[in-house]
């Protein structure tokens, strides 16, 4: 919560390579094909949790986890708007965001508990990629600081609120089928959307055809660390039925929780630019009415 983010930080300096993430295109693409995705997806799974609190009332079992769902929408609520301005400044409004031509009207005539278990699902890979990029220090070693500042923020947060979705699907009763169709769903849908996405931008940027950019999308998945493998290893654990977040990547999750403690210790109520100095920063409101 409280982003500490100057949008300004985000505009392009003169010196710096229209590919931020440390030159490379295809990391550059790729980051940024996520970042198109997450402000229509967050919407939607703030308001999936909406309903559900909505739904539920003040259902005993769901009583307790009214604190964490407030906090929780506030989160993806400035995720999405930090992303929106990041998207604005680093990524060429002409290009197409995929994910804005998924059919919206499904959604509302979707039951809320399949909507939630979609969520639930989203959370799942998020985290995934969350407690990657704690686990690989030097990922974001070669970007901007304040690109850097908004990965390792809104990483941190995934997995300080990595657990609510599913406690509150479980509070509601949902049950594991349900869980599973829509994890299913999620894997192939999500990951299919942000990679039509990166080939979809790296075409706007002509970079679809150079060996550099294979080889670097080799590197980032498929070398010994790649992210591809870590994915492999960790999904299936979603599987297991008595599956908490929290019985896994206990390290990542101490040191993810110490980075954004101190983090928001050093930046509360500033902004943080490019060049590392701190200004004042503009009202972000975390209300979600405003998303
Ligand atoms: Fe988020
Ligand atoms: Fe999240």
Redesign the pocket.
């Known amino acids: 919560m409280h982003p500490p983010f100057n949008p300004y930080g985000f505009v392009r300096r003169e010196h710096e390579s229209h590919h931020w993430h440390g030159g490379s295109a295809f990391r550059t693409q790729y980051f940024n094909a996520l970042s198109m995705c997450f402000p229509e997806l ?1 919407r939607r ?1 703030i308001q999936s949790v909406r309903t559900a609190m909505g739904t539920l009332g003040d259902h005993p079992q769901a009583r307790p986890l009214q604190g964490l769902a407030q906090e ?1 929408i506030a ?2 609520a400035a ?1 999405s708007q930090i992303h929106s301005r990041l998207n604005a400044h680093r990524v060429n409004p002409n290009w197409p965001v995929l994910v804005n031509l998924w059919p919206k009207e499904h959604i509302a005539q979707r039951h809320w508990l399949s909507n939630l278990a979609r969520t639930c699902a ?2 799942h890979l ?1 985290t995934l990629l969350s407690v990657y990029v704690f686990r690989q220090p030097t990922l974001f070693k070669h970007v901007p600081p304040s690109i850097r500042d908004i990965w390792l923020w809104h990483a941190a ?2 997995i300080e ?2 657990c609510l ?1 599913l406690d509150l699907y479980r509070a509601a009763g949902g049950g594991y089928a349900r869980r599973m169709a829509y994890f299913f769903l999620i894997v192939v849908t999500a990951n299919a959307m942000v990679l039509a996405q990166t080939l979809t931008n790296l075409a706007h940027d002509s970079q679809l055809f150079k060996l550099r950019t294979w080889r670097d999308a080799f590197v980032l998945f498929w070398s010994r660390q790649g992210l591809a493998w870590f994915f492999v290893r960790h999904l299936p654990t979603y599987m297991r039925p008595d599956f908490n977040p929290k019985d896994h990547h206990r390290e990542s999750r101490a040191t993810a929780l110490r980075w954004l403690r101190d983090y928001r210790g050093r930046t509360q109520g500033r902004g943080v630019d490019d060049q590392g100095t701190h200004d004042e920063a503009p009202a972000h409101s975390t209300d979600p009415g405003l998303v």
Request: charged share 35%.
């Open positions: 967050e799974m929780f989160q993806e995720h989203l959370e998020t947060e995934e609120h990595q979705a």
